[in-house]
């Protein structure tokens, strides 16, 4: 059974940084596209980042130069490191394993932005 859990949310202000983290089990880690998506209120799940098997990364332009996406295949954990936090980065940050054609999900971890 496929199972990622996502850490590290919280409340931030303005300008500070937050590392989130999904530990994942029940996959070959190592083989797999690892991606953070997030859904603010009253909006859809949107794209922010992903890293591949060989670890090329991709980013979504709103979050280009602020958010950086790793990896540790030994922890089969991802990471996504956030900085420079806008309050327009405030949302429920997704955790997405991906090995065409499955696909999984975590259960999400709360990420809020003051200003």
């Known amino acids: 059974q496929v199972r990622l859990v996502e850490s590290g949310g919280g409340l931030v202000q303005a300008g500070g940084s937050l590392r989130l983290s999904c530990a994942a089990s029940g996959i070959i880690f190592s083989i797999v596209t690892m991606g953070w998506y997030r859904q603010a209120p009253g909006k859809q799940r949107e794209y922010v980042a992903a890293i591949t098997s060989g670890g090329s990364t991709n980013y979504a332009d709103s979050v280009k130069g602020r958010f950086t996406i790793s990896r540790d295949n030994a922890k089969k954990t991802v990471y996504l490191q956030m900085n420079n936090l806008k309050p327009e980065d405030t949302a429920v940050y997704y955790c997405?394993?991906?090995?065409?054609?499955?696909?999984?999900w975590g259960q999400g971890t709360q990420v809020t932005v003051s200003s």
């Open positions: 997405n394993a991906f090995y065409d054609p499955d696909s999984y």
